[in-house]
């Protein structure tokens, strides 16, 4: 983690030039901007000050860290152009805070006063709205509406006391499609007071984002409406997502915030699991019902818990199955059971580098060592230990594993099958077709039209 001397030394030369990020009375107060640049799950902080608590981890960010200021909980924000490592092999050029997309995630305790510098060194004017957190109107950061919006180079502050432990999140409420389509966002967790309450082992975060980036491209097209290419959490798509490292029997909370302009139905295979959290706050156990999908809907916050019981590296994807498909390739046509032998012959004595594609479905894809544009994501990539996963996008694996430390959230590599429990080719004879039950046997009203057309009448059959 580096820090922000360099920024701040930076902006004060810029005041040279009339253009002053922080006033030179601000700068003394204003806390240190931490920055974070690399892509990894940065594992949790544990509070080094204030009121205990559980800490959560952000899949592919980190927390921000603060400091005590008379009572005060401190954080600073730094609105800026950031560059955001999709996966590897694609770097997007997005929008964020403390160098990254999103931004660190906040966390705090219920009844802590917070401080919030957010200072903008973005292109264009800013706010950050405090998603499902109760706050003063004037706090509420929606730009024109409840504050002035925070000009290129300035600084504000934001102070509050949290009410209630939560899940929240922040985000812009300024040029509103443009600067969550650049990707500014960020985590925000409000703990419990009591850290016994709801306390689970394991606590990952992430926010659910889609962007518009042309293959070839670096920049997501920001007017895009609904047509997204990128489907991501926490600006990652598969294989750049990290795993959810889980130890055997550990209660585990995973929490997500939808920022796209569409639904996620968000499935994890090899268990149930209750949602016991949303950003209006915590679900009173009366009123859970078990799941194995739970759907986030534009703008919503869920959790949900488990007990980790089963071993195993266990799939967690949105089900939306284009959400688990990076950009390359959604414009080719449907192939499949078309022969195109003769005309794939002909084209390519025209155009040596012909492909067929798709004849037998598109999993070959997977495999294929195709020519892409730079900076450009397969449209499905990863391997697993059978073989190409055929993925992308929205998916990631919850791999569950005895004997890992308690803190320990280092990828374990991939499971081993207790001998006799993986599927596998069936070589002995198979069993006889079974004859349909009569009940279930076409009858002619059944029988499609066509076929009863072609159905010659008995010969001496009157109508
Ligand atoms: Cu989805």
């Known amino acids: 983690m580096n820090n922000r001397r360099q920024f701040l030394r930076a902006a004060s030369g810029a005041a040279l030039l009339g253009a002053a990020a922080v006033s030179r009375a601000a700068q003394g107060a204003v ?12 594992g949790p902080l544990a509070p080094p000050s204030g009121r205990p608590y559980n800490p959560v981890v952000t899949i592919n960010g980190w927390t921000l860290p603060w400091r005590m200021n008379n009572g005060w909980k401190e954080f600073h924000l730094v609105a800026e152009p950031v560059r955001r490592q999709i996966a590897p092999g694609m770097t997007a050029h997005l929008w964020g805070y403390n160098g990254q997309s999103p931004g660190p995630t906040i966390e705090c305790v219920e009844g802590d006063k917070v401080r919030i510098f957010v200072t903008n060194k973005l292109p264009e004017h800013t706010t950050i709205h405090w998603h499902g957190i109760l706050l003063p109107n004037g706090m509420d950061g929606v730009g024109g509406l409840t504050q002035p919006q925070i000009p290129v180079g300035k600084t504000f502050v934001y102070e509050f006391e949290m009410k209630k432990s939560g899940t929240f999140m922040y985000h812009p409420h300024a040029d509103e499609m443009v600067q969550m389509a650049m990707g500014m966002m960020g985590f925000f967790v409000v703990h419990p007071k009591n850290p016994n309450f709801m306390k689970v082992d394991r606590d990952f975060v992430f926010l659910i984002n889609a962007f518009d980036i042309k293959p070839g491209a670096a920049t997501p097209t920001v007017n895009t409406m609904l047509d997204f290419n990128l489907w991501c959490w926490n600006s990652r798509a598969f294989p750049g997502i990290d795993p959810f490292v889980v130890r055997t029997r550990d209660r585990v909370r995973i929490r997500f915030g ?13 268990y149930d699991f209750e949602v016991t959290g949303t950003d209006g706050g915590w679900v009173p156990k009366s009123a859970r019902w078990p799941e194995v999908s739970v759907d986030v809907a534009v703008g919503q916050m869920r959790a949900f818990e488990f007990d980790a019981i089963y071993p195993g590296d266990w799939a967690i994807h949105c089900h939306k199955s284009h959400h688990t498909m990076n950009p390359m390739g959604h414009g080719v046509p449907t192939m499949i059971g078309v022969d195109h032998r003769g005309v794939a012959e002909k084209i390519m004595k025209l155009v040596p580098d012909y492909m067929v594609m798709g004849e037998r479905g598109m999993a070959d894809m997977g ?11 397969p449209m499905m990539t990863g391997r697993g230990p059978f073989g190409p996963l055929e993925m992308g996008g929205m998916f990631s694996v919850v791999k569950v594993r005895d004997g890992l430390a308690r803190n320990d959230y280092k990828d374990p590599g991939w499971f081993q099958h207790p001998p006799g429990t993986v599927s596998r080719e069936w070589n002995g004879p198979l069993p006889p077709a079974p004859a349909a039950p009569a009940a279930q046997r076409p009858r002619a009203a059944s029988t499609p039209e066509r076929e009863l057309r072609a159905v010659k009448p008995a010969p001496g059959h009157k109508h």
Not at 31 to 42: D, H, I, R, V, Y
Not at 258 to 270: E, Q, S
Request: no cysteine; hydrophobic share 30%.
């Open 31 to 42: 806390p240190e901007a931490p920055l974070q640049t690399k892509p990894e799950t940065q």
């Open 367 to 377: 495999e294929m060592e195709m020519p892409l544009p730079d900076n450009t994501l």
């Open 258 to 270: 939808n920022l796209t302009m569409t639904n996620h139905p968000i499935h994890m295979h090899g």
